[in-house]
Structure formats: C-alpha cells, structure tokens
C-alpha cells in the first residue's frame, strides 16, 4: 500500500470512529431510513464484489476480479455511495459544524479514493474498465 493510500484509509476510519464515538452516529427520523437504504446499499455492494475481492485500499488486488454485476451494473462505487448516504443522514439529523467537517473531509477522502482506484483499475483492466466507465455513473445513478 502506498503512503498516500495509506493516509486515506487512516483517515477514512478515524472519521468513522469519530462518527462512532461523539454518539451522533444514528440518525433521527425519516433520516434513519436514508441510512438504512445507505447500509443496504453499501452491503449489496461487498456481496456483489464478494469477500475475498473486498479491498479498503484504493490499490487492485493482485487475485481482483472485475465485477459488474448488482449494483456495478449502474454506479462503480456503491460501497461509497452507501457510505455517503449513511454518513449524511447521521450530519444531518445531528447537526454540529464539526460533524460537517467530519463529513465532508469524508467525501473528500473517498473522491480521492476513487480517482486512485480507477486509475488502477484502469492499469489492470485496460480496455474493459474503460468501456464499464462509459456505461457507468460514478457514485450517483443517472448524476454522477
């Protein structure tokens, strides 16, 4: 793992803990449904990719088998769309700007995860990850 990964994944788990550990981490409401839907999302995204093909990391897994099936069918990174969905539904049902800064140092650091990862999966997986691009969206259905 490079330095850089590394920092991002060290970061990624200390927001979590952060998230975890102020109390603030389980939404209010209808928000609680929002973070539902985002932990759904974000499991059926580890299943679909399954176990032994999971990686925190942005770097390819030497044994990494490219998937397109479940959600992959639609967004290239449902882990983290879920991820967003969870983490925001908890900002915005407990409020506090430094829970704002948890979030969007959050969404930064899995934007820069992603650049990373596509750019390794694109080394990896040459010419058939960039067609995926191409039918994919990125993190958001029919956005982004």
Do not use: C, D
Request: hydrophobic share 50%; net charge positive; proline share 3%.
């Amino acid at each position: 793992m490079s330095k850089k990964s590394l920092v991002l994944v060290i970061t990624q788990f200390t927001i979590f803990a952060y998230f975890i550990f102020s109390g603030r981490i389980i939404a209010k409401n209808t928000w609680f449904v929002v973070q539902i839907f985002g932990f759904i999302v974000s499991l059926w995204g580890v299943l679909a990719m399954k176990i032994g093909n999971f990686n925190v990391q942005p770097e390819v897994k030497s044994t990494a088998i490219f998937k397109t099936n479940g959600p992959y069918k639609i967004i290239r990174n449902p882990m983290y769309t879920g991820l967003i969905l969870f983490f925001s539904a908890s900002l915005i049902s407990n409020y506090s700007s430094l829970h704002l800064s948890a979030f969007t140092l959050l969404v930064i650091v899995l934007l820069e995860k992603i650049t990373l990862e596509e750019i390794f999966l694109s080394e990896r997986f040459g010419n058939t990850y960039q067609e995926y691009k191409k039918k994919t969206y990125r993190l958001i259905p029919f956005v982004y």
